[in-house]
């Protein structure tokens, strides 16, 4: 309806109004819910152009919509708004093109061009934890509704397969894994354990071998036994000890922490795992061994927890690839004046111009910084998809800085498709006990949380006994459904870039903006029409009343909806799209009889109205990942 006032009033305006109608002065609203009118037009910047009263216009615009538009009724203005007022007619025809379009929402593929959507991007140094979930969640849900919305979308995920945090893993499991009477190792196969879980446990293990040198050290330098530290960080340690003398406790504590960070790097250690990256990156065969064995482990433990999210990638990349790339850009980029080196041999890009800073790009030993590998692979993913329009990066919003820089290099090296690169920036999940560490491990595990969330839907299912007619085989998936929907609606229903407390017990709640709460809500809808049988729908015999009206309003406003969403990437407006829907509704539900309506004609429009809202629940909860159950 819309599209029909839009295009009729461009095409009319220079009879009209004597002008050429601007398609931005074409601006619609919902109706306020204290007024007549299903659709509201703002007059106010046609107005302005025509140095006319807004009333005045908008009772001339009203008057000839009316007698142009078959489907206007009557029509109001107050102020600058123009409020139509649809036939009945209107809202029946509407209701029928969505019960018998299948695919109602969802826009043809290939109506907008290729996106690429990176999401997940691990490290393989550690296993999946709620922080990632949320970008698993985000990320994946993106890309469907950029799908929905007709665009051609490649999954993607760029894998940390190298730098210094990798070889930490690699270094502590070689010097501090147990040795099994066999002579092995401790492997997943003769451990029992996830293959990124035992990675991970030794890369807190490296943490906690790290901070024990640390405050060894820190112990010798208050004693000045300096032996075998650089002259460097002595007088560095000697000038930061200096800086103390005479200060606050919040300004000696900041102080402090420098000298940490300077006897960290002269811990033996993170020595070895830096000459261990440098062995790396020279092709040592011992280390790439090792390095490619322990990342096997690592990528099994992940395929099977992304199998139990229900997400997946159409193509992998994998920076132990696409470093080597971005060397050689760097290279060509200094070559060309683009990058500048410092005495010491590192490369750098001055962005001052830009208002931002110097930015590494390459280390004094030659190896690349995350810039670097992060420059080639958004080369080499515009090389493997040449009709790729541009990418989104879903990653947290502590990596704000880098994306503007890489952005802004991408740029200066001549790719103009640097432009169409969009940072989906989100905030961090935080915990009621406060912020994740990884190194310290005490992250929330990804597939303990999921089996956490099954286990509660399970508990809380069972405990309604409602379930009683499923086998064994379909009460477990449901549990699974609700459980797993509960936890990604909990992340998804939130804007992106906000910051977010994560509750396991909300998540799964039947009531309130949950995921259980609209499941079950399309498990009702579908329990009624079993109930209902077959029903007669033609549109001769639909009758629409207000509250069926208002109904047929929300379920209109779906592919707009998905639009919006798919060009804001906010899964977080269709979440809470679905929640306004299923409240409107469960109060339409207890308000107007549906079985027991004695009048056909309206009995039929309800039944209508149900089966059309359990099908915009079900594609709306498919878009975000999520499964809608028939029976709960």
Known sequence: MEKALKDLILSRGKLWFGIDVDTNWIQFQPTRKDVRGDLT?????????????????????????????????????IQ???????????????????????????????THPMVMVEYASPNTNKPLHLGHLRNIFLGYSVAELKKANGHQVVKTQVINDRGIHICKSMLAWQRFAPTLPNGERETPANSGIKGDKLV????????????????????????????????????????????????????QAAIYDKIKELAKAETEILREAKDMLIRWEGRDPETYLLWSTMNGWVYQGFDVT??????????????????????????????????????????????SAEGLDEKLVLRADGTAV??????????????DYPDLSGIVYTVGNEQDYHFKVLFLILDKLG???????????YGMVDLPSGKMKSREGTVVDADDLMEEVVE???????????????????????????GMGGLKYYLLKVDPKKRMLFNPEESIDLTGNTGPFIQYTHARINSLLRKAGTYNAAIEMLEVEHDEIELIKQLHAFPSIISEA???????????????????????????????ESREGLKATRLAISESTAKVLATGLKILGIHAPSRM
């Not at 209107?90 to 043809?108: D, F, Q």
């Not at 509660?456 to 609700?482: D, P, V, W, Y």
Request: glycine share 6%; proline share 2%; with cysteine.
């Open 415 to 425: 790719y103009q498709w640097a432009k169409n690169c969009y940072h989906l920036s």
């Open 80 to 110: 600058g708004f123009l409020n139509v007022v649809f036939s009945q007619s209107i809202w029946k025809n509407e209701l029928a093109s969505i019960l018998n379009n299948e695919a109602y929402g969802i826009t043809p593929a290939g």
């Open 306 to 351: 992304y199998q139990r999210m229900g997400v997946d990638f159409d193509k992998l990349y994998y920076e132990s690839d696409t470093f080597l790339l971005g060397k050689d850009q760097v290279m060509e980029g200094l070559a060309k004046g683009v990058f500048f080196q410092k005495t010491d041999g590192s490369v750098w890009i001055d962005l």
């Open 370 to 383: 995350y810039m670097t590998q992060d420059i080639g692979t958004a080369i080499e993913r515009f090389h």
């Open 200 to 251: 991970g446990k030794y890369y807190v293990e490296f943490e906690k071998q790290l901070q024990s040198q640390v405050k060894a050290l820190l112990n010798r330098w208050e004693q000045d036994d300096f032996s075998g530290i650089s002259d460097a960080s002595i007088a560095k340690f000697s000038e930061l000890k200096l800086a103390m003398n005479g200060k606050d406790e919040k300004t």
């Open 41 to 77: 037009l703002m007059v106010f910047p046609l107005a302005k152009a025509l140095q006319k009263s807004p009333v005045l216009v908008g009772q001339q615009l009203g008057g000839l919509l009316k007698s142009e538009l078959s489907f206007i009724e009557d029509y109001e203005v």
């Open 456 to 482: 509660a839907a399970t508990t809380m299912t069972q405990e309604r006994g409602q379930i009683a007619e499923l086998s064994e085989t379909e009460r477990k998936e449901l549990f699974e459904q609700i």
């Open 566 to 596: 798919s060009d804001a990437c906010s899964p977080a407006l269709l979440a809470n799209y679905l929640y306004d829907l299923t409240k409107a509704y469960n109060s339409f539900y207890q308000q107007c009889p549906i079985l027991n």
